[in-house]
């Protein structure tokens, strides 16, 4: 019932930026929590950033002052604005929410597919 969508990953340059989008759908009654993970080849998974429903925000150490998570309620779509990108942060990322259904009542966890982020000169 539930799909997650994302998009806006591709290559950047050093220094670059990048917003990626991910869109929410189904019988959606609210969405409680959204993130953005990444996993990086032979790293582990890692939480980037985390949105909820009052706004409150959090990053990893690894990305403060350079990512910004920020999320349209209305569109059901969360976003990661990425500035100041290094090649550390190439990666795949994952979106990530906790969403109420009509049919269930209390959040379930969906994930996105994830998409490429490539920094690279």
């Known amino acids: 019932q539930v799909q997650l969508v994302e998009s806006g990953g591709g290559l950047v340059q050093p220094g670059g930026s990048l917003r990626l989008s991910c869109v929410a759908s189904?019988?959606?009654?609210?969405?409680?929590?959204m993130r953005w993970y990444r996993q990086a080849p032979g790293q582990q998974h890692e939480l980037v950033a985390r949105?909820?429903?009052?706004?409150?925000?959090t990053y990893a150490d690894s990305v403060s002052g350079r990512f910004t998570i920020s999320r349209d309620n209305a569109k059901n779509t969360v976003y990661l604005q990425m500035a100041s990108l290094k090649p550390e942060d190439t990666a795949v990322y994952y979106c990530?929410?906790?969403?109420?259904?009509?049919?269930?009542?209390?959040?379930?966890?969906?994930w996105g597919q994830g998409t490429q982020v490539t920094v690279s000169s």
């Open positions: 949105i909820a429903n009052s706004g409150d925000r």
């Open positions: 189904g019988s959606i009654y609210s969405i409680v929590t």
């Open positions: 990530n929410a906790a969403i109420v259904l009509y049919e269930l009542g209390s959040p379930v966890e969906y």
